[in-house]
């Protein structure tokens, strides 16, 4: 008898009204002018973020931040508690830039947002966590890879490993970033 024992849920969704992300956009870069990059080193990656500033989401993100937070209990399969934003972030990833393998700490769910993503501009890659580095990869392949797509979100438990590959493109690939907290 075999018997999956465990598996890894992430929840893949997307916005429709896509005009929104020039507005997302265009707050991103006024964001990236005001702020001085810190070059996260604790992540070693070079993307900007601006993580680690206390932004406050006008109407329009906080209609974003509701919808992706539905995905929050899809994943878990239930309803009966509460999906708190634990704080969200720009993040610009400009020709050449990457991110290193990361997770996200003191929270329960994480999110992805897509406001612009151009062709090769760099793909998710989420680290299996079950592989095991004493058996052969027989059917649990080391990571698995998304194409970032305008308007795409992606919603992930927090502890789970991912980086995103370098921007191949000449073009900044922006998106939108979040940590949830459940209660
Ligand atoms: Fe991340």
């Not at 929840?11 to 956009?25: C, H, P, S, T, W």
């Not at 508690?81 to 997770?103: I, M, Y």
């Not at 919603?155 to 490993?161: I, P, T």
């Amino acid at each position: 008898m075999i018997e999956n024992l465990f598996t890894v849920k992430i929840a893949i969704g997307e916005v429709e009204n896509k005009d929104i992300n020039r507005l997302f956009e265009e707050d991103a870069y006024n964001i990236k002018k005001q702020i001085v990059q810190n070059n996260v080193t604790e992540w070693n990656g070079d993307t900007f973020s601006t993580l680690g500033y206390k932004l406050q989401p006008d109407e329009n993100m906080t209609k974003l931040l509701e919808h992706i937070s539905q995905s929050v209990y899809e994943l878990a399969d239930k309803t009966d508690f509460a999906v708190e934003l634990k704080e969200f972030w720009f993040n610009v990833a400009s020709p050449g830039q990457f991110q290193e393998f990361h997770t996200h700490e003191n929270c329960h769910y994480s999110f992805v947002y897509y406001v612009k993503a151009p062709e090769n501009s760099g793909d998710i890659s989420f680290f299996n966590p079950i592989r095991g580095d004493y058996t052969p990869d027989f059917d649990t392949g080391v990571a698995k890879n998304f194409t970032p797509k305008e308007g795409m979100f992606i919603v992930f438990r927090s502890n789970l490993m991912h980086m995103v590959k370098k921007n191949l493109s000449d073009q900044d690939r922006i998106s939108i970033s979040g940590n949830f907290i459940v209660k």
